[in-house]
């Protein structure tokens, strides 16, 4: 079986991050939220396959959430004019 290799694109980003968290007791006068801004780094890579693109992507996320992320999915090509 002859199977081609897939084409690897690689990306590089980042951006500003907004993070909003609020809790309500239930309780009236009892709520507390909080907003931060934050900035967000990620690297990833696509592998072209045809009618299907896998990907993973790692992000870190300082300040505004205070995150590591490791994404990973499919994007799908359904054709031209849809």
């Given amino acids: 079986f002859k199977v081609p290799a ?3 694109t690689p ?5 500003l ?3 909003h968290a609020s809790v309500d007791a239930g309780t009236p006068g009892i709520s507390v939220s909080r ?10 890579a696509k592998f ?3 009618s299907v693109t896998p990907f993973g992507e ?3 996320e300082l300040d505004g959430g205070e ?3 490791i994404s990973a999915g499919v994007l799908f090509s359904v054709g031209p004019g849809l």
């Fill in 11 to 15: 990306y590089a980003g980042a951006g």
């Fill in 35 to 44: 907003t931060e801004l934050g900035l967000n780094f990620l690297g990833g």
């Fill in 6 to 8: 897939p084409k690897v």
């Fill in 58 to 60: 790692l992000r870190f």
């Fill in 48 to 50: 072209d396959l045809g």
């Fill in 67 to 69: 995150q590591f992320l």
């Fill in 17 to 19: 991050n907004l993070a």
